[in-house]
């Protein structure tokens, strides 16, 4: 799951410098992976206080460009389209709240 965020979050930053780019999510999948099959090779991580280092500004730096991302897309939106009551008679919205439970349960 990790590694799907982290791949999805770097290519979400790609696009927002180059809207028409050509990489896709797969390829920055496989770059990701290559990296981690590198790191994996290291004889002790943590031993090496320099990489933990390196991994901590990681960490924090992927917090900080997800929560700026969220910010910047966040003022983008247009306020007057977004609504939050519920729609359809009162059966249908019903269902539709034990549907959503459902998924948050079983998943």
């Known amino acids: ?5 982290v791949t999805v979050t ?6 927002s410098y ?10 920055f999948i496989i770059i990701f992976a290559a990296l981690q099959l ?3 090779q290291l004889p002790n991580i943590h ?5 933990n280092l ?13 929560t700026a991302l969220s910010i910047v897309s966040g003022k983008e939106l247009d306020r007057s389209t977004v609504t939050y009551g519920l ?6 919205v019903l269902m539709s709240a034990f549907a ?5 349960a079983f998943r």
């Open 87 to 92: 729609e359809g008679d009162y059966n249908l």
């Open 18 to 27: 180059l809207p028409d780019g050509p990489m896709t999510l797969q390829q």
């Open 54 to 66: 390196l991994s901590t500004c990681a960490s924090l730096s992927f917090a900080t460009v997800t």
């Open 10 to 15: 770097h290519q979400a930053i790609y696009k």
């Open 1 to 5: 799951l990790l590694h799907f965020a």
């Open 38 to 40: 590198l790191l994996s």
């Open 100 to 104: 959503a439970l459902g998924t948050i």
């Open 47 to 51: 031993s090496l206080r320099q990489l």
